[in-house]
């Protein structure tokens, strides 16, 4: 049996009997319209003041006054840590398309809306698989939407306000010759905050998406402990890429990375040993 066939199975043990394949289908459209809803309602707000967003959000971590960019440069002058103090860049952006600052306007901010809707998002996503899990299972998982969401808001927040100005100082100031001279857009400018926000969002669920796999039996703590050094590979890999060309940037990403990953052993470590409980009572 697949492990989609598993699946359904497992949602169509209800009160109200068994659900055809359709029946799933139609009850995870009806999750997915009320996600996209909250989105967009979210979007919609962000829209409204998307000028004061780009202008006290979006292009605040290049500024020097940017709260980051003062408290790394007083760590960096009391240790005389000079890699580390981040002044910011004065830039002043480009648009390239006639219609490029109307259309960012509704990428960012139906991006914002995502960010924002996330708790929602998750909690649709949870009710979905939920009629799936046993008694014990969801006891076991209670609190996940709590903690899926303030997982994804840390990454958000580390990002913002760690790597963003790190990324930003970097690539703005990095010059092949003097005779170049950067040209930055705006919409190059917000790919690469959305990438570097979003992107750390998503890698911060590393615990929740541990817990899922060791709770079907596809992880277990001894296969995370025997491959923690190809793990580690990996995480300084993933680091490199979403960080300027810098040890001490990647080294700023990669140690809250490889404590996720630490916890998330711990977690797949209790949850085995819930299902060896289980199994012997």
């Known amino acids: 049996m697949s492990i989609l066939d598993n699946f359904l199975s497992k949602r169509n043990k209800t009160p109200l009997g068994e659900m055809a394949f359709t029946d799933h289908i139609d009850d995870l459209r ?26 006290h959000v979006i292009f605040a971590p290049s500024r020097p006054e940017f709260i980051s960019n003062v408290v790394m440069c007083d760590i960096a002058h009391k240790f005389s840590i000079e890699g580390l103090c981040m002044e910011g860049v004065p830039m002043s952006f480009q648009n390239t398309q006639l219609s490029g600052q109307f259309m960012l306007s509704f990428s960012s901010s139906f991006m914002i809306g995502f960010i924002l809707a996330f708790p929602f998002v998750f909690w649709e996503f949870w009710k979905f698989i939920k009629p799936a899990l046993k008694p014990n299972e969801i006891k076991q998982a209670r609190g996940i939407v709590f903690w899926s969401s303030l997982l994804f808001f840390l990454g958000v927040l580390f990002a913002y306000y760690v790597i963003a100005p790190f990324t930003i100082s970097f690539f703005a100031t990095y010059t092949l010759s003097e005779q170049f001279q950067n040209i930055i857009t705006i919409s190059s400018y917000y790919d690469n905050m959305s990438d570097i926000v979003l992107g750390m969002g998503i890698v911060f669920e590393l615990p929740i998406v541990v817990f899922f796999l060791s709770r079907i039996g596809i992880l277990t703590p001894q296969m995370m402990r025997s491959k923690r050094r190809y793990a580690i590979l990996i995480l300084l890999f993933l680091a490199t890429i979403i960080t300027p060309p810098d040890m001490l940037s990647c080294w700023f990403v990669f140690v809250p990375l490889y404590l996720l990953y630490e916890i998330g052993i711990l977690l797949s470590a209790r949850v085995v040993k819930e299902k060896k409980r289980k199994e012997l009572s």
């Open 30 to 55: 009806k999750h997915i319209i009320r996600s996209v809803i909250v989105i967009l309602v979210f979007g919609i707000i962000a829209f409204v003041n998307i000028s004061w967003i780009f202008t």
